[in-house]
């Protein structure tokens, strides 16, 4: 059973990763830049930032802006 909930949870951290790494990929270049300073961060930030601009190109992170609008629009209803 123990193993059973493991593997539920790795599927679901890897359903988050992949979902923020293509809808909101400003995450993984702020992640990135918080790391210590290295020859492979420097090289993953690099990598992150193209990422990025893959996503914006595509036109992917606009779903995630839109929600984001929407949530707060949501908020703000509630004050």
Same mark, same amino acid.
């Given at each position: 059973?123990?193993?059973?909930?493991?593997?539920?949870?790795?599927?679901?951290?890897?359903?988050?990763?992949?979902?923020?790494?293509?809808?909101?990929? @400003?995450?993984?270049?702020?992640?990135?830049?918080? #790391?210590?300073?290295?020859?492979?961060? %420097?090289? +993953?930030? /690099?990598?992150? @930032?193209?990422?990025?601009?893959?996503?914006?190109? #595509?036109?992917?992170?606009?779903?995630? %802006?839109? +929600?984001? /609008?929407?949530?707060?629009?949501?908020?703000?209803?509630?004050?």
């Amino acid at each position: 059973m123990y193993t059973t909930n493991l593997s539920k949870l790795s599927y679901i951290l890897i359903i988050a990763v992949l979902t923020t790494a293509i809808f909101n990929p @400003e995450t993984l270049v702020i992640w990135t830049q918080n #790391l210590p300073v290295n020859p492979i961060t %420097d090289t +993953l930030l /690099e990598v992150t @930032e193209k990422w990025r601009d893959l996503m914006d190109g #595509l036109g992917l992170t606009k779903v995630f %802006d839109k +929600l984001r /609008e929407l949530f707060r629009l949501f908020q703000e209803m509630d004050r």
